[in-house]
């Protein structure tokens, strides 16, 4: 059982479309990251958000961390094939044994 | 600034035998994180090191160890190699750790490849 899920599992678009993944938990996290993995490479981490309510904007990315702190969301505007990788979300939990827990990931196909 | 380095890339090894993985934290960053990714379960957390300790273990039977020398780098080992360990391999170096959510910068990786 996955303690961070992710959706969907797969999204392929073309150039230009807007897409919204998820990344969802039933546990409490204390702060949230995204990352985005490309092909040989390790993960980038490209925002961390701590607060639940929290919306924070990079370039053509919105994050957004719920209310209750369980759930986030990372919205793409006007995606380019530079978009593409793999996204994984990554939560902080508090008394738990690791420290990260990363989600399955979402990956991300953009079509020229 | 050098980013986190990981040797060997690729390995390929049979089963039965044992590998030993090398990662080079970023300069001034004292803890080193391992991770397994596979496509059936992603990414798992297998330990961190900080100031040569072990600090925090994940779910891994104990054929995987590491280990943390003083000048930060890292490695870890996998003994009595089976099929199912066949896996990328990530390290992840950060300031002082994971606790809190500081930020982990990951090295690209060894894929080890068990037949």
């Known amino acids: 059982t996955q303690l961070l899920e992710q959706s969907p599992q797969f999204l392929s678009i073309q150039e230009g479309e807007n897409l919204t993944v998820y990344c969802n938990s039933s546990?409490?996290?204390?702060?949230l990251q995204w990352y985005r993995q490309e092909p040989g490479e390790g993960p980038v981490l490209l925002v961390t958000?701590?607060?639940?309510?929290e919306v924070k904007k990079l370039k053509r990315l919105t994050f957004q961390f719920g209310d209750a702190r369980k759930d986030s969301s990372l919205h793409i505007t006007a995606a380019q094939p530079g978009d593409t990788g793999l996204y994984l979300c990554?939560?902080?939990?508090?008394?738990?044994?690791?420290?990260?827990?990363f989600g399955p990931g979402t990956r991300l196909s953009v079509l020229p | 600034k050098a980013g986190v380095t990981q040797t060997p890339r690729y390995l390929i090894k049979t089963r039965g035998q044992q590998v030993t993985l090398s990662c080079s934290p970023i300069?001034?960053?004292?803890?080193v994180s391992w991770y397994q990714q596979t496509p059936g379960q992603g990414l798992q957390f297998l330990f961190e090191?900080?100031?040569?300790?072990?600090?925090n273990k994940g779910n891994f039977p104990g054929r995987f160890s590491g280990r943390q020398f003083s000048n930060s780098r890292s490695e870890m080992n996998v003994s009595t190699l089976e099929l199912g360990d066949s896996a990328l391999y990530l390290c992840?170096?950060?300031?002082?750790?994971?606790?809190?959510?500081?930020?982990?910068?990951f090295g690209p990786g060894t894929r080890l490849t068990v037949l």
């Open positions: 990554a939560g902080v939990l508090n008394n738990y044994g690791q420290n990260f827990v």
């Open positions: 992840a170096s950060s300031l002082v750790g994971t606790v809190g959510g500081d930020t982990q910068y």
């Open positions: 958000v701590v607060t639940g309510g």
């Open positions: 300069s001034g960053h004292r803890s």
């Open positions: 090191y900080f100031s040569e300790t072990q600090r």
């Open positions: 546990s409490v996290f204390s702060s």
